[in-house]
């Protein structure tokens, strides 16, 4: 079955540098994959979306990736502020015939921005 | 505030009861969707509405668990004999139809839009 991976739990970074989150999946490529973020005892909120035949994505300070061969997205944020310390999740939709919000969620990435 | 809005935000109960959790979408989204987060782990499916017709539900919903949307507005979550095992985090999300078409046979993605989330511990 389809699995998405987000490998570190929990990532710690100095205010102003860049931080890099990594979303793995398995099997096959989805059409779209999906950033989160996500503030403690809040509703995950919609960053950015990649598809398939996009390598990269910018909105602002953010930066999405999309590597098919490597079944892989990277998440970036640049001039890392400690406004920016949330988890981020990121997510596909499952299958192709389910529907566009029947989504996998990774377990998500806590980002800690030390000012 | 033209949100997604969930009520109750926490509620504590009892094993064995029942507990009822409503969400009204944003209002010119006609898909709605219950998630449910535990802590630590990352939102999981649980049923997916479009109006008023429960088009998708995942294994996790079981048949202690219902979701209606009678008039494709507003949708409530019931859970009848509550278990410790229910305490989490249950999201509403809804999001519009798709208006960009579809490629390769699915949807291009459209956003979809969480609520606040409702919180359950059962005690």
């Known amino acids: 079955s389809q699995k998405i991976e987000q490998n570190s739990e929990a990532l710690n970074i100095q205010e102003g540098k860049t931080a890099t989150l990594t979303c793995n999946y398995t099997?096959?490529?989805?059409?779209?994959l999906q950033w989160y973020r996500q503030d403690p005892g809040r509703g995950p909120v919609f960053l950015l979306l990649?598809?398939?035949?996009?390598k990269e994505k910018r909105k602002e300070r953010l930066k999405v990736t999309f590597d098919t061969t490597l079944k892989q997205s990277l998440f970036h944020i640049t001039a890392s502020q400690p406004a920016d310390s949330a988890t981020y999740l990121c997510?596909?939709?499952?299958?192709?015939?389910?529907?566009?919000?029947?989504?996998?969620f990774g377990k998500g990435t806590k980002l800690s921005v030390k000012p | 505030d033209t949100g997604v809005s969930q009520n109750p935000r926490h509620k504590i109960t009892k094993r064995g009861q029942n507990v009822t959790f409503r969400c009204d979408p944003i209002?010119?989204?006609?898909?709605l969707y219950w998630y449910r987060q535990t802590l630590g782990q990352g939102p999981e499916f649980l049923t997916y509405?479009?109006?008023?017709?429960?088009?998708?539900k995942s294994r996790l919903l079981s048949d202690r668990f219902s979701a209606e949307r009678p008039k494709g507005s507003f949708s409530t979550l019931e859970i009848q004999r509550t278990e410790q095992g229910d305490s989490a985090m249950y999201l509403c999300?809804?999001?519009?139809?798709?208006?960009?078409?579809?490629?390769?046979?699915?949807?291009?993605?459209?956003?979809?839009?969480f609520g606040e989330g409702s919180w359950l511990t059962v005690v």
């Open positions: 999300a809804s999001s519009p139809t798709g208006t960009g078409g579809q490629t390769r046979g699915f949807y291009s993605g459209n956003t979809i839009y």
């Open positions: 099997n096959y490529s989805p059409a779209y």
């Open positions: 990649i598809r398939e035949n996009e």
């Open positions: 997510a596909f939709r499952r299958g192709y015939g389910g529907s566009q919000g029947n989504l996998i």
């Open positions: 209002s010119e989204h006609n898909r």
């Open positions: 509405f479009q109006n008023e017709a429960q088009l998708e």
